[in-house]
């Protein structure tokens, strides 16, 4: 014979609910958390080898071009798809420049006008 389990109530079904969503719920969040922090401390880090190099100028490379693309959508007609054209080849000039990164090893980011960049951070004298 078989023997009948006893039901559960219906306010310790709900705490178990509760429970698993609870545990679903925090689980991506901390990931995320965590994810940011690593993120954060490789950002923090300067690159040091051309494969670094390379990662972070195609990073940097979609990232630009998302960015003006979206900043295209705004105009319209002939501007637009002009706007659009620029934004592409200048994905294909930034992506030669990633690609030079793994080919020549003393390849270096720079800056806009052409210099290399010197340093990200500012710094400011508090006088008293």
Known sequence: MRKLVAPIAPTSFVAVIALVVGVFAASPSAVHAQGDEASLQRGAVADMTPQQRYNTAIREAGGGMKVALEECRAQAGAERRSCEAQ???????????????????NARPVNVTGGPIRGTESTYVVKP
């Open 87 to 105: 934004a592409r080849a200048r994905y294909q000039a930034d992506m030669a420049a990633a690609k030079e990164f793994l080919r020549n090893p």
